[in-house]
């Protein structure tokens, strides 16, 4: 888990990129991230970790979605993505869940 000071979730900047009639992989609700970008930034070095544990250290596009829309209060919301990571002629799914704490938020990968 990683711990992220001063980050807010801000849905009313929510990136969500997809055209209403794109399709959308299963299992997921929208095309974009609802994280800020010093969020992704974090994330973004788990997720090159993540894929590195399973052979591939070249990266190239991530398509991110979202599976579970933000549930909770303000500073105290729960939200999972599934970012695809392209590499290596291959594609990574990678699975994961984010959670305010106050000022904070946490991201893990499943």
Not at 54 to 75: K, Q
């Amino acid at each position: 888990m990683k711990k992220i000071l001063a980050v807010a979730l801000c849905l009313g900047a929510v990136q969500i990129t997809a055209a209403a009639d794109e399709s959308l992989p299963p299992g997921t609700v929208h095309h974009g991230t609802l994280a800020n970008a010093q969020l992704i930034k974090d994330a973004k070095v788990g997720v090159a970790s993540k894929v590195a544990t399973l052979g591939c250290n070249n990266l190239g596009d991530v398509d991110i979605y979202v599976t579970v829309m933000p549930s909770g209060t303000p500073g105290n919301r729960r939200w999972k993505e599934l970012w695809i990571v392209s590499g290596c002629n291959k594609k990574y799914p990678v699975n994961l869940t984010f959670a305010e704490s106050g000022k904070d938020a946490d991201w893990t990968i499943s």
